[in-house]
């Protein structure tokens, strides 16, 4: 069974523009977490997905969003990129159990 | 806001000691579960600990809980250059899906 899939493993980006991260969950999964991770403030949540719904939300601005396709596919989309948002992103996929898939990352750096 | 915290926040032993990491929450739990990540991926589940449970084993793993303390240890018994890892603990609250993750302990484990 694969796991969880994340597109693409590295990014730089420059401040201003924006960037959209891609997650495939393990077939069968239908909630997809986003999390941030960086060295000062550690794993921050998101958002979640189900079924295409956004679930939960985080406490992140505007310019993180989120969206899930019929087929479980998550994209997460940061525009107006800032400095501080260079991080690695990581997308999570659950069967609505407690235990978390979790993806490789993306590893995005804004300069 | 982190809601569990790990201590200590960095760990260094040679291999076959034995590692034990600490995790301290605030508030009442379902679950508390631990995961590892390797440098730069993506965070593996390593044990699930409910809360009308107070030990728990996984191979090398040995979990405890204390909900009287709001407290759980991680202990590692004989360890390897291979379980050289961050060490989270995450916990889940009321109806809550989403997992709430600590800062980690960093372990390295020294052949």
């Known amino acids: 069974k694969a796991g969880v899939t994340q597109t693409p493993r590295y990014l730089i980006k420059t401040r201003g523009q924006q960037v959209t991260l891609s997650c495939s969950p393990i077939?069968?999964?239908?909630?997809v977490s986003w999390y941030q991770q960086t060295p000062g403030q550690g794993l921050q949540f998101l958002f979640e997905?189900?079924?295409?719904?956004?679930?939960n939300k985080g406490n992140f601005p505007g310019r993180f969003s989120g969206r899930q396709f019929s087929n479980s596919r998550s994209e997460m989309n940061v525009s107006t990129l800032e400095l501080g948002d260079s991080a690695l992103y990581l997308c999570?996929?659950?069967?609505?159990?407690?235990?978390?898939?979790f993806g490789q990352g993306t590893r995005l750096t804004v300069v | 806001s982190q809601q569990g915290e790990e201590d200590p926040q960095a760990l260094s032993i040679q291999e076959g000691e034995n590692a034990t990491m600490n995790c301290s929450y605030k508030t009442s739990i379902n679950n508390l579960q631990w995961y590892r990540q390797n440098s730069g991926r993506g965070l593996v589940h390593l044990i699930l600990i409910r809360s009308n449970e107070r030990e728990k084993h996984s191979g090398r793993l040995r979990v405890t809980l204390d909900t009287s303390k709001k407290s759980s240890s991680l202990l590692i018994t004989a360890s390897r250059a291979a379980d050289t890892a961050s060490y989270f603990c995450a916990t889940r609250t009321g109806g809550s899906y989403i997992p709430t993750f600590g800062r980690g302990t960093s372990l390295i484990v020294h052949p």
């Open positions: 999570a996929s659950s069967l609505e159990g407690p235990e978390a898939f």
């Open positions: 077939s069968g999964h239908r909630s």
């Open positions: 997905y189900f079924s295409e719904t956004q679930r």
